[in-house]
């Protein structure tokens, strides 16, 4: 069982379509971080959200932690093929050191 | 180049040999980590190294699979009598501050096949 839930796995959308990626747990994070990976490459940080409520945009892609900070979403305005890949939520927990636990990802195609 | 380099990127062992794998952080980082990643599934933490510490191995198995950063040199990653279930992708990271509020910088990844 993933401490970190994502949903949904996989995600097929037209170009200009919006999309809401989830990412949820039970435990408690002192801040969450999501990533973007391509195919045979490493994830790359997208963004780091600290405080429960917080929202962070960049550029179409709007990041939201939940106020009790366990839970976060994604959510990509007017998807572009260029946002195709897999994405990854990441959570730091208080007492976990510099351990990141991430989620099982949701993979994203964005057909043009 | 600036990022953090892995090698190889793609390796092949028969069921039983060993596999070296090797990090070098980005320059100035002090701080490595080793992350693990089946297909389709996202990273597990493996292990967590400062110039020759290890400060958590909590993630690694405890058979097999040793890690290593030497004041010298990449990070190593070794697993011994390699089985087919090791086939993964794995995935080093370096930090400035060891602080992953800060972001982590991956490298591209060590893809190891065991046949």
């Known amino acids: 069982t993933q401490l970190l839930e994502q949903s949904p796995q996989f995600l097929s959308i037209q170009e200009g379509e919006n999309l809401t990626v989830y990412c949820n747990s039970s435990?408690?994070?002192?801040?969450l971080q999501w990533y973007r990976q391509e195919p045979g490459e490493g994830p790359v940080l997208l963004v780091t959200?600290?405080?429960?409520?917080e929202v962070k945009k960049l550029k179409r892609l709007t990041f939201q932690f939940g106020d009790a900070r366990k839970d976060s979403s994604l959510h990509i305005t007017a998807a572009q093929p260029g946002d195709t890949g897999l994405y990854l939520c990441?959570?730091?927990?208080?007492?976990?050191?510099?351990?990141?636990?991430f989620g099982g990802g949701t993979r994203l195609m964005v057909k043009p | 180049n600036a990022g953090v380099m892995q090698n190889p990127r793609h390796l092949v062992r028969r069921r039983g040999q060993e596999a070296r794998l090797r990090c070098s952080p980005m320059?100035?980082?002090?701080?490595v980590y080793w992350y693990r990643q089946l297909p389709e599934e996202g990273l597990k933490f493996m292990v967590y190294?400062?110039?020759?510490?290890?400060?958590?191995e909590s993630g690694m198995p405890k058979e097999r699979f040793s890690a290593e950063f030497p004041k010298e040199g990449p990070s190593i990653l070794r697993i011994q009598q390699v089985v087919r279930g090791d086939s993964a992708a794995y995935f080093c990271?370096?930090?400035?501050?060891?602080?992953?509020?800060?972001?982590?910088?991956f490298g591209s990844g060590t893809r190891l096949t065991v046949v």
């Open positions: 990271a370096s930090s400035l501050t060891g602080r992953p509020n800060y972001g982590y910088t």
């Open positions: 990441a959570g730091i927990k208080n007492n976990a050191g510099n351990m990141l636990t």
């Open positions: 959200v600290v405080t429960g409520g």
């Open positions: 320059k100035g980082h002090s701080h």
């Open positions: 435990s408690v994070f002192s801040s």
């Open positions: 190294l400062q110039k020759e510490n290890i400060i958590d």
